[in-house]
């Protein structure tokens, strides 16, 4: 496996996670750093670096976030987001991952990419489904702040660094991992 593979597959791997907090978000960073020529992407990929594309997963990211901010409307978008993440999540990894046998590719995209953006965007809703209930809602705005600013850097950092994402991508999972082992025993006495 070159250099090359590895570092496409990091990159794969961070968009996914960035990809658990806001889906359009990391698609259209994707979209801007093929445009600009900062990554090439596979050869049935290369649309998504198009004007159009561009145009369109602008708008969507803009919807998205400002969607976000609005209580029980986050939630309800949370109930639909976790399919589309993993959908996403498995996409960002098929468009970045280069010189791979397609078998390889699709499987690695499916658990790495979709898997992650799964685990992440569960774990989101998680804690907003939390925020609504202990808050009426009103905390939801923090959270859709954090989030978003929390795949924006994702995004950015996945792009300029995959190698720093991914191993940021770790530390995150480890996190929710935690914190779900902590819960587990006061969800199981209910």
């Known amino acids: 496996m070159t250099s090359e593979t590895m570092i496409s597959i990091f990159l794969g791997v961070g968009l996914?996670?960035?990809?658990?907090?806001?889906?359009?978000?990391?698609l259209f960073a994707l979209s801007l750093a093929s445009y600009f020529g900062l990554w090439e992407l596979n050869d049935?990929?290369?649309?998504?670096?198009?004007?159009?594309?561009?145009?369109?997963?602008?708008?969507?990211?803009?919807?998205?976030?400002?969607?976000?901010?609005?209580?029980y409307v986050d939630n309800l978008l949370d109930s639909i987001a976790l399919p589309l993440a993993t959908i996403a999540g498995t996409a960002v990894m098929v468009a970045t991952v280069a010189d791979l046998d397609p078998l390889v590719t699709w499987s690695?995209?499916?658990?790495?990419?979709?898997?992650?953006?799964?685990?992440?965007?569960?774990?989101?809703?998680?804690?907003?489904?939390?925020?609504?209930?202990t808050t009426a809602g009103f905390g939801n705005p923090v959270i859709s702040f954090l989030e978003t600013i929390t795949s924006l850097l994702f995004s950015v950092v996945s792009i300029l660094a995959p190698v720093i994402a991914s191993v940021l991508v770790i530390i995150l999972l480890i996190f929710i991992f935690t914190i779900y082992r902590k819960l587990r025993p006061r969800l199981s006495k209910k």
């Open 108 to 133: 690695l995209a499916i658990i790495a990419g979709g898997g992650t953006a799964a685990a992440i965007k569960g774990a989101s809703a998680t804690g907003r489904l939390t925020s609504t209930a």
């Open 44 to 71: 049935s990929w290369n649309w998504i670096g198009s004007i159009p594309a561009l145009v369109t997963l602008g708008v969507a990211t803009a919807v998205e976030i400002f969607a976000y901010f609005i209580p």
């Open 16 to 26: 996914a996670a960035s990809v658990g907090f806001r889906v359009f978000l990391p």
